[in-house]
């Protein structure tokens, strides 16, 4: 009876453990989602200036990338930043493995059959996470002022992440999927209770 109560008691502390982080993930993503609605923009007159445009990675392949078509909505809005005047140089971040693996090299690629000329965009092969990528952007490009391009519950991760690195950064979103089943909205608000731990954990340090 004493190891059914207590294995009673630990699976309740685990079922309130888990309950409380989702609830903080909601929270998260809620106090996010208002950071992406403040600095996305939509109409053309309203882009700023800005040192470069910032393309974030996904697979090229799978749920993730084509399946969804997540990858080719990203290089369609990038694309026409570059064709109406808004932007002229572009850095597409993500994660290269190897030859076989390749997010920047397929962004480029995509651009470039957009009519994006290769000499505007450069590489970075090392954005494995979207703080990688917004961190690079900083202390490896230079690069103070942003349109960061991805669909939109990306943006307002990367965008809340990009202000907090002293980023002056605005968003894009490009045309996403209507999905946002349980396990949707669960990733997201994980994500986006791991990005307050970066920059109140990671960045302070």
């Not at 092969?125 to 960061?148: E, F, H, M, N, Q």
């Not at 939109?152 to 089943?181: K, P, Q």
Request: glycine share 8%; no cysteine; charged share 25%.
């Amino acid at each position: 009876m004493k190891l059914l109560h207590f294995l009673g008691i630990g699976a309740a502390a685990v079922a309130l453990a888990i309950a409380s982080l989702l609830t903080l993930g909601a929270m998260a993503w809620t106090a996010l989602d208002a950071w992406g609605r403040a600095y996305e923009l939509d109409a053309p007159q309203a882009w700023p200036r800005v040192d470069a445009v910032l393309v974030l990675g996904t697979s090229p392949y799978g749920k993730r990338g084509q399946d969804q078509w997540t990858l080719s909505y990203r290089m369609d809005t990038t694309a026409g930043l570059w064709h109406s005047g808004a932007a002229d140089r572009f850095i597409v971040s993500g994660n290269r493995i190897d030859d076989d693996y390749d997010e920047p090299a397929a962004m480029r690629d995509e651009l470039v059959a957009r009519g994006v000329p290769a000499k505007a965009i450069t590489l970075d092969p090392l954005g494995r996470r979207t703080w990688d990528s917004i961190r690079r952007a900083r202390d490896v490009y230079g690069k103070r002022r942003l349109l960061i391009v991805s669909q939109r519950v990306h943006l307002a991760r990367a965008i809340f992440l990009a202000r907090h690195f002293g980023i002056e950064a605005w968003g894009v979103a490009a045309r996403g999927t209507d999905r946002d089943g349980w396990y949707e909205a669960t990733m997201r608000n994980l994500a986006s209770l791991l990005a307050y731990y970066d920059v109140t954990v990671r960045l302070e340090r």
